[in-house]
């Protein structure tokens, strides 16, 4: 058998955080929180192989995070780095860090990412204390609180809301793990879907869906609950952009009822059916008992590949900087002027927009080596399901062709791990244009390699 412990740490802000950083907010500062922010970590081993897969509320870890955080645990626990997955649930209403337009409570927000290394090795080290003889199952529910974000106006320009006609994964991928005796230990909970419920008009702190999600699985089921956020470049919330509280408490309310369903069906073991006795009562009554045939596959891998994806420059770095000191002089004099709500989410728009920019140059000057990015792809094989990941905002489409063309049985993917540098659009979305591809740093044909390479990825754990 594996073994397998799971861990966790609160790592909730102080109230009056630097908070959020929409386009369209004009507050600076959080109310407090709605729900706790949580490092949720999952230890699995077997023999000499041991991994890690590491789940946070947070926005994203930048490619330094995420080689800092990785180091660490891999320092503290003895796990190989490379055995390390370290997954962020892109909540937009945690606290922001990241030199931005919000002067108010960045001290705080610092104060507060000066705690996630430590808790993030913390959670994994709870995890690997706990290890214990388990087993895995696996099972796929469907959930419809999300849809394709990517609708057009009437002269084709696209924009972030409804698109009924688009793309959109429902698939709620689960992986079940019990201890000997049947107990849970954890559960894996994959779905695509931006974690923008709460809006620009929102001032509290929350996990988004992920957070009711993991409580709604956790009561039903018992153990924890370690969400992975799928392939949501494209994928948004039906209901989105709002600031009612009850809105992604609902919606992740729903998603949990969901995965609890898909949870408590799983068996890792194969059972068949044994009649014991026909008991005499008021009506015959047959006693059975499904008696367990085989063990469960106990095998646990990880794999490591590298793929050079076509890269191509969108912005200057100088010219991004001078862009976003621009519009943060501006955003700053027409808060001092007394301005109306309306000027200042126009002047909050336009230094969020070159903030992006920037980011997006800056991330293309680090990356690029002569016209290609080198992009990590990871997979990691527990019992009959492998878990495969990219460090992108994947569109859903490629989750689907990965899904329907992997070797493996039981095929979750997932982005949003191991760093971040953009988005990772479809070729036909080139076309489209949209926000997603200008702010892209892969060029046409980047969708296809990636596919390619985690199909590999799978098969390097599967023996295919």
Same mark, same amino acid.
């Given at each position: 058998?594996?073994?397998? +412990? ?102 705080? =927000? ?23 003889? =388990? ?25 972030? +809301? ?170 700053? =004099? ?12 126009? =002047? ?117």
């Amino acid at each position: 058998m594996l073994s397998a +412990g799971v861990g966790r740490v609160d790592i909730s802000p102080e109230v009056g955080t630097a908070h959020g950083g929409w386009g369209a907010q004009t507050h600076q500062v959080s109310l407090g929180n709605d729900m706790p922010l949580l490092v949720t970590a999952l230890a699995v081993a077997n023999g000499d192989t041991e991994l890690a897969i590491v789940d946070v509320d947070i926005g994203i870890f930048t490619g330094d995070q995420d080689l800092l955080i990785r180091g660490l645990i891999s320092e503290e626990t003895g796990i190989p780095f490379e055995n390390i997955r370290l997954a962020y649930s892109h909540t937009h209403s945690a606290p922001i860090t990241f030199g931005q337009w919000i002067k108010e409570g960045i001290d705080l =927000a610092n104060e507060w990412w000066g705690r996630i290394p430590d808790a993030c090795a913390s959670a994994v080290i709870e995890a690997k204390n706990a290890l214990k003889p =388990a087993r895995t199952g696996f099972g796929r529910g469907s959930c419809d609180i999300n849809i394709n974000r990517r609708p057009a106006r009437k002269n084709g320009e696209l924009f972030t +809301g409804r698109n009924w006609d688009g793309f959109v994964d429902h698939d709620v991928d689960v992986v079940g793990i019990d201890d000997a005796d049947g107990n849970p230990i954890a559960t894996i909970v994959n779905y695509a879907m931006h974690p923008t419920i709460m809006g620009h008009e929102n001032q509290w702190v929350t996990p988004d869906f992920p957070g009711p999600m993991r409580s709604v699985v956790e009561h039903a089921v018992g153990g924890l609950c370690i969400f992975l956020q799928g392939a949501s470049g494209n994928q948004g919330p039906v209901d989105g952009f709002t600031g009612d509280l009850r809105v992604y408490r609902k919606a992740g309310a729903r998603l949990g009822a969901e995965a609890a369903r898909v949870r408590l069906g799983i068996d890792p073991l194969e059972r068949e059916e044994r009649l014991d006795q026909i008991l005499l009562s008021g009506a015959d009554l047959g006693i059975y008992t499904d008696v367990p045939v085989g063990e469960s596959d106990d095998t646990v891998a990880v794999h490591n590949l590298t793929v050079d994806l076509p890269s191509r420059k969108v912005a200057s770095v100088d010219e991004a900087q001078a862009d976003f000191e621009r519009g943060e002089k501006q955003l700053e =004099a027409i808060r001092a002027s007394g301005a109306t709500e309306d000027e200042i989410q126009r =002047a909050v728009s336009k230094v969020m927009r070159a903030n992006i920019y920037l980011n997006v140059a800056r991330n293309y000057e680090k990356y690029d080596r002569d016209g290609v990015i080198p992009m990590e792809i990871q997979s990691m094989r527990i019992g009959e399901t492998v878990l495969v990941s990219a460090p992108v905002e994947p569109f859903a489409e490629l989750a689907g062709e990965i899904k329907r063309r992997s070797l493996a049985p039981n095929t979750v993917f997932s982005g949003f791990s191991n760093g971040h540098y953009a988005y990772l659009p479809t070729d036909i979305a080139y076309e489209e244009g949209g926000y997603e591809v200008g702010v892209s740093p892969f060029a046409p044909g980047s969708a296809g390699l990636t596919i390619e390479t985690c199909l590999d990825a799978v098969d390097g754990v599967w023996g295919g």
